[in-house]
């Protein structure tokens, strides 16, 4: 709902904010994993990398395949360490 001057309400911004953060920008995943942009880029070519999908011309990952497959990852190709 509107106010009278136009701006969205407090509540709608919100809800706005919590569902972007659901989703990541490349860059965004570049950073969380101290990679370049372009590291990020090949992985989602090559089918690599986590989830992704595009909205218009932006590549946009779900923050849960992202943990998933950093997950995974780690699963995969973890060494040493205490397993109790």
């Given at each position: 709902?509107?106010?009278?001057?136009?701006?969205?309400?407090g509540m709608a911004k919100?809800?706005?904010e919590s569902v972007?953060?659901?989703y990541l920008t490349t860059q965004e995943v570049a950073a969380?994993?101290?990679?370049?942009?372009?590291t990020v880029r090949?992985?989602?070519?090559?089918?690599q990398?986590?989830?992704s999908f595009k909205v218009g011309r932006r590549v946009l990952y779900?923050?849960?395949?992202?943990?998933?497959?950093?997950?995974?990852?780690?699963?995969a190709t973890s060494r040493g360490?205490?397993?109790?």
């Open positions: 709902m509107a106010s009278p001057d136009g701006s969205v309400d919100r809800e706005e972007m953060e659901a969380r994993f101290r990679t370049p942009i372009e090949y992985w989602r070519q090559q089918g990398g986590p989830a779900r923050r849960e395949d992202v943990e998933r497959w950093a997950n995974e990852r780690y699963a360490g205490d397993a109790a």
